[in-house]
């Protein structure tokens, strides 16, 4: 098990965006350019399986696109209506590639309509038709929540590629879809073909595979010099490189952080020279990590859904620290008893643990933390999510991933929502439902306490730093 399964428990519950994310510091800035309405796929974030990680390495040159692409009235309506940003912006300059690549199963006919690829992002747009098909089969039960499934696979193995598929939307000929991946870690190869395979559509099942041919359009790489750091110096961003796209812009960078600091995270908010925010869409992509004269030295990587101006003079970037920890694991004792962080001196004081009727119950004070500094949301999230983990399953030694990796499907009891008793004491419990009360044993069980959500809610500001961008 890893810790992608426990993230993922959490990132469906509902939680107000505003506490999940930190404040936004610079928000009056106003733009001074007209731009492009941006947009975001309409539908749920995917990890998927994909050979594409394996294969992905440089150039592929088609003929260009003209300007009868962008009068085709399928895709106007697909890039209109369901795809992201990078895809509108690529299609609105002429720059993905019209396609018809068709599969059929079960009387059902895919075809790939268009490919489009900008510094490492990919993606296509489909069209699926079939008299059997119908929409309201995207509400049952078995049918995934875009009305498709799939995979990537090259014949060998499938590894994993993060992406994002629009859920399918109905026309008059039928349906239509889109699909987008980021591959962070290099360029696609000079005859890169994305192998994927499509299992269902709308509860159909079958199989239809493709390969389908993805243009390179090149980037430009600009090396840059910018340096900032916290007050006390103990981060630091060092800017290395900037790659522009024709709808994208990616930087390259280095992060230096305390040796506690190696899952902390540092987000950055950038804007250009006339104070227009770049779209974030993958920022803080660890490439390397490297322990030095007592510090963590991490190579970083943040891709962004907008592109660089050619006008443009220079970038503002805006660097904030959010400190992590892994939960802080502690047997159940003879109350009262603390459990403390390691890290950020933060503690609860257990008053009294209770097994009651198909409920065990933890009732707790929380303890050096500035009640001030905090929303009611963010302790509340703190309350829900402490867990109860089997104590034989605990690895005494490891760092956090090791002890998920060791986590079997039944290691941890997660907790119901937590219960305010007292907001001015910071006085909660929280509440676990057991499945089988008659077998369980308080004895057997430790603690998992998430302390590091006030560390992450407790962001380090850098000072903006000004990164000139070379002479055209």
């Known amino acids: ?201 709308l509860g159909e099942k079958g199989t239809w595979r493709f390969d389908i041919p993805i243009e390179k359009r090149p980037a430009e790489k600009v090396m840059v010099e ?34 506690g600091g190696k899952d902390d995270h540092i987000n950055i908010d950038v804007f250009d020279d006339d104070g227009n925010r770049l779209s974030k869409r993958n920022i803080g992509k660890t490439v390397s990590i490297e322990e030095k004269s007592g510090t963590i030295q991490v190579q970083e990587h943040s891709l962004f859904t907008s592109a660089i101006d050619a006008n443009d003079d220079y970038l503002m970037i805006y660097p904030e620290v959010s400190r992590d920890e892994f939960d802080t694991i502690h047997a159940i004792q003879d109350t009262p008893f603390e459990v403390e962080s390691s890290r950020f001196g933060y503690k609860i004081v257990v008053n009294k643990v209770l097994k009651q009727d198909q409920q065990f119950i933890i009732d707790y004070y929380i303890k050096n933390v500035d009640s001030e500094s905090y929303k009611k949301d963010i302790f509340q999230n703190f309350a829900d999510q402490i867990k109860l983990i089997r104590s034989e399953d605990v690895i ?36 676990f439902e057991l499945d089988k009360p008659e077998k369980f044993t308080i004895n057997d069980y430790s603690l998992m306490v998430p302390f590091g959500i006030f560390g992450m809610n407790d962001s380090i500001e850098m000072k903006p730093v000004k990164v000139d961008l070379p002479n055209h």
């Open 396 to 431: 005494s030694n490891g760092d956090g991933q090791d002890q998920y990796e060791a986590l079997k499907e039944d290691s941890l009891i997660l907790g119901k929502k937590g219960k305010l008793i007292n907001q001015e004491k910071l006085h909660f419990q929280s509440r």
């Open 226 to 259: 910018g340096e900032t750091r916290t007050k006390d110096g103990s981060y630091s961003l060092i800017m290395n490189s900037i790659t522009k796209g024709k709808a994208t812009t990616i930087l390259d960078y280095k992060t230096i952080r305390p040796k």
């Open 1 to 201: 098990m890893k810790k992608e399964w426990f993230d993922q428990y959490w990132n469906d519950m509902e939680v107000p965006q505003e506490e999940l994310n930190q404040a936004i510091k610079n928000g009056i800035r106003s733009g001074k350019r007209s731009k492009r309405k941006r947009k975001r796929l309409k539908s749920t974030t995917i990890i998927t399986s994909a050979a594409a990680s394996l294969i992905l390495a440089s150039g592929l040159f088609f003929s260009p696109v003209t300007e009868v692409l962008a009068k085709v009235p399928l895709l106007n309506l697909i890039y209109e209506d369901i795809t992201t940003t990078v895809g509108s912006e690529l299609f609105a300059s002429n720059l993905v590639t019209e396609l018809d690549e068709k599969a059929t199963d079960n009387g059902v006919n895919i075809t790939i309509t268009s490919a489009y690829y900008d510094n490492n992002v990919l993606g296509f747009t489909f069209k699926v038709e079939g008299d059997q098909l119908s929409i309201k089969n995207m509400d049952k039960g078995n049918s995934s929540a875009s009305g498709y499934g799939y995979y990537l696979f090259d014949g060998e193995e499938q590894n994993q590629l993060s992406g994002s598929g629009s859920g399918l939307k109905e026309t008059d000929d039928g349906f239509i879809g889109a699909m987008e991946f980021y591959q962070p870690d290099q360029s696609i190869a000079s005859d890169f073909t994305l192998p994927i395979t499509f299992t269902s559509i």
